[in-house]
């Protein structure tokens, strides 16, 4: 039998110990890497220490001597700010030649290009690798991880990707943003339409819960019907994937479409619709809390 040869252990910096960040440290961990994490909030970092990761006060101290470093952070300018900005604390300073920079947040494709070419030209490498999955995705490691960047980069970041999920490389710089831009305009748009056929139903006098079962199986099933749909069938919208996340991603595809000249009027709807969600107080609940919007328009709280 030929022996096997174990996977590498790595050094490995997280930014950003949020909702996803936190379990994705957990599954670098349990994959044998040495994890240093660092959170704006240290109380929420502070969890890992009991799993085996060393936290840390500031991004440089997290970077120092990091093999990769993963950033899951709330938005491209957080992502900036960290990674370039915060005086000597930020993370830039304390990264290495030749280190490898995985953003996973979800940022615009722009952002991406841009945090790229500014750690190039100091001797770092980079990917955007925003990840599709929530939670559940998160904690099982079965993300989709979106990936844009150099080929070779790709490569060399297969054990860190590996424990997380299924990672695909779509192109160069900016194109896995792109990618999750399209995954969360399918994503936003779909939890409207079985909300709002679910509510139609429930309107004229069937049963949500078994029009939700007849239709799984036939044209219109999905992984949304059956989660999502399941969630407003239950009236369970703790947050998994929040609604203000949800209309932020709606906001960067607007962007980025404005950029390249392209017209994406149910998108524009879908945008509305999420920031009329989070205007009436819905912000924090799952996106698939759009049911509650709906519902509200048309009297059935």
């Not at 490389?169 to 995954?183: D, I, S, W, Y």
């Not at 929040?242 to 390249?260: G, I, S, W, Y």
Request: with cysteine.
């Amino acid at each position: 039998m030929t022996p096997t040869t174990p996977n590498p252990r790595l050094r490995i910096a997280v930014l950003g110990c949020g909702l996803m960040g936190l379990p994705m440290a957990r599954r670098l961990l349990a994959a044998g890497h040495e994890v240093h994490a660092w959170n704006r909030t240290r109380a929420k970092a502070d969890v890992l220490a009991a799993d085996g990761a060393y936290v840390h006060d500031t991004p440089r101290q997290a970077c120092i001597k990091a093999d990769y470093i993963v950033s899951m952070l709330e938005n491209g300018s957080v992502v900036g700010e960290v990674l370039f900005g915060m005086g000597q604390d930020g993370a830039i300073h304390g990264m290495c030649q030749g280190t490898l920079v995985v953003d996973m947040a979800s940022i615009q494709p722009r952002e991406a290009r841009d945090h790229a070419a500014r750690l190039s030209e100091r001797g770092m490498r980079h990917l955007d690798a925003p990840v599709s999955g929530g939670t559940v995705g998160a904690e099982a490691g079965t993300l989709a991880i979106m990936v844009g960047g150099k080929a070779e980069d790709y490569e060399a970041a297969q054990p860190l990707l590996a424990p997380l999920g299924r990672a695909t490389h779509v192109g160069p710089h900016g194109a896995g943003q792109l990618t999750k831009l399209a995954n969360q305009m399918i994503v936003g748009i779909s939890i409207g339409a079985v909300a709002e056929a679910l509510l139609l139903c429930a309107k004229g006098g069937a049963d949500p819960a078994k029009v939700r079962e007849a239709i799984t199986g036939g044209f219109a099933d999905s992984r949304i019907l059956q989660l999502h749909g399941q969630r407003m069938v239950e009236r369970d919208f703790a947050a998994r994937g929040k609604m203000t996340v949800q209309l932020k991603d709606m906001r960067n595809a607007l962007a980025t479409a404005a950029e390249v000249g392209f017209d994406a009027p149910i998108t524009q709807l879908f945008e509305q619709l999420y920031a009329d969600g989070v205007k009436h107080g819905l912000g924090e609940l799952d996106h698939s809390g759009l049911f509650v919007e709906l519902a509200s328009r048309n009297a059935m709280q």
